[in-house]
């Protein structure tokens, strides 16, 4: 064989190389988890509206993050939004989302009658898997999280008197609420599957969380 056919075999061979190196490094950017490396920390339970949030499920911690699209969670929406009734007295909620990672967290506590009662600790219904106007008329939190088992998404509620979301301040001239929460949640589609959550704790201003980056 010719210098200039083994110069030509080696680029070739070189160059289809690269080509899959190139895929192979693509498509693992697309499949893994984008937040690797991100390593969140739950943040201190405080009671000063400093929008922060953070719960503890199966080891790891999660904690409001900006969605970035195509992660399963609504990418028109913020990390962290507090949500109140059409009223504005029947319910507040607080929506929680995981959403720069590829196998996005959202999580809804949904309080009863917080305007009527302040602080408080509520206790926790058995959830109906539904927010806002079609949530259940209790105080209830039910949240999706990633199974790698199926490749989907897992749906837990609340248990009924098995938890319990504690206000610790409610603050409305200054529009803070700050509270945490705990309790054991079941599964959606396996009555034999919960999860306990022990320090759930949020913190929040509902005036300037809309505007606030979470990165």
Same mark, same amino acid.
């Given at each position: 064989?010719?210098?200039?056919?083994?110069?030509?075999?080696?680029m070739?061979t070189?160059?289809?190389?690269?080509?899959?190196?190139?895929?192979?490094?693509?498509?693992?950017?697309?499949?893994?988890?984008?937040?690797?490396?991100?390593?969140?920390? $739950?943040?201190?339970?405080?009671?000063?509206?400093a929008?922060?949030?953070?719960?503890?499920?199966?080891?790891?911690?999660?904690?409001?993050?900006?969605?970035?699209?195509?992660?399963?969670?609504?990418?028109?929406?913020?990390?962290?939004?507090?949500?109140?009734?059409?009223?504005?007295?029947?319910?507040?909620e607080?929506?929680?989302?995981?959403?720069?990672?590829a196998?996005?967290?959202?999580?809804? $506590?949904?309080?009863?009658? $917080?305007?009527?009662?302040?602080?408080?600790?509520?206790?926790?219904?058995?959830?109906n898997?539904?927010?806002?106007?079609?949530?259940?008329?209790?105080?209830?939190?039910?949240?999706?999280?990633?199974?790698?088992?199926?490749?989907?998404?897992?749906?837990y509620?609340?248990?009924?008197?098995?938890?319990?979301?504690?206000?610790?301040?409610?603050?409305l001239?200054?529009?803070?609420?700050?509270?945490?929460f705990?309790?054991?949640?079941?599964?959606?589609?396996?009555?034999?599957?919960?999860?306990t959550?022990?320090?759930?704790?949020f913190? $929040?201003n509902?005036?300037?969380?809309?505007?606030?980056p979470?990165?």
């Amino acid at each position: 064989m010719t210098a200039n056919k083994l110069n030509f075999t080696y680029m070739k061979t070189k160059i289809l190389a690269t080509m899959l190196f190139i895929t192979i490094w693509g498509l693992e950017s697309c499949t893994k988890d984008t937040s690797s490396g991100y390593n969140a920390q $739950l943040p201190p339970e405080t009671q000063v509206g400093a929008n922060t949030f953070g719960v503890t499920i199966n080891g790891k911690v999660y904690k409001p993050r900006d969605p970035t699209g195509g992660n399963g969670v609504n990418p028109s929406s913020k990390g962290m939004i507090f949500w109140a009734s059409p009223d504005s007295i029947t319910w507040d909620e607080l929506e929680v989302k995981d959403g720069a990672s590829a196998v996005g967290f959202n999580i809804y $506590l949904h309080i009863q009658n $917080l305007k009527a009662i302040g602080v408080n600790t509520y206790a926790l219904h058995q959830s109906n898997f539904h927010n806002q106007v079609d949530s259940t008329p209790f105080t209830h939190i039910y949240f999706k999280i990633w199974d790698s088992n199926i490749s989907n998404y897992a749906y837990y509620g609340s248990i009924e008197s098995l938890g319990e979301i504690n206000i610790t301040r409610y603050d409305l001239p200054n529009r803070i609420v700050s509270g945490n929460f705990k309790g054991k949640f079941v599964r959606y589609d396996n009555p034999n599957d919960f999860i306990t959550m022990t320090d759930g704790r949020f913190d $929040l201003n509902w005036y300037t969380v809309q505007s606030t980056p979470f990165p």
